[in-house]
């Protein structure tokens, strides 16, 4: 059964600790926390846990002008910390993406090798095909050939042999005929 991958709330749970011990929630930190999950996996549940985090917004209030300095004051610090917060967390995005990026350019150069290896091994296995069908030519005409050249053996050997008994039996009737003319000139 394959493997479901984490989920949004175990990425919320992870990143709501990181923020309640003060620190920023990174795609590589909360995967080292949580031991587990692609990257593209937790950006994306990441992603959806910032969004759904409490935006700030600012509206005008009539005070008295000393009350009024005195939070444009502090209203211009928050700002000033939110906005160097926004731009640290824009760097750790921007640090995110960009790992992202270079993680899929490396599996794009290893599909490509791979490919290109494949590639490779399928024409060296059709030069293989060709040249097995080649060989199993060969080997069918050399077997007919040898069958040929092994009755035709057959063949001189069983010539040979009738051969052999024509002059055994020639011999043999030689003799016959050399006994018969002894007795003749014997007798005479």
Known sequence: MP???VSFDEVAAVADSMMAEGLTPTIRIVRERLGTGSL???HNHLTAWREA???FTSEMIELPATIATAFSKEIGRAKS???AESEARLVIFQT???ELAADGKKREDEREV???ELKVITTDREMLRGTLQEQSGEIDRLTK???RERYAAEQARTEVAQIRNKIDMQ???LLELSAIIDQLTTKN
């Open 3 to 5: 493997r479901l991958g």
């Open 40 to 42: 593209n996996t937790i």
């Open 53 to 55: 985090l409490p935006q």
């Open 81 to 83: 910390e939110a906005k």
């Open 96 to 98: 995110e993406a960009a």
């Open 114 to 116: 791979l490919l290109e």
């Open 145 to 147: 050939e040898n069958d």
């Open 171 to 173: 011999a043999e009737r």
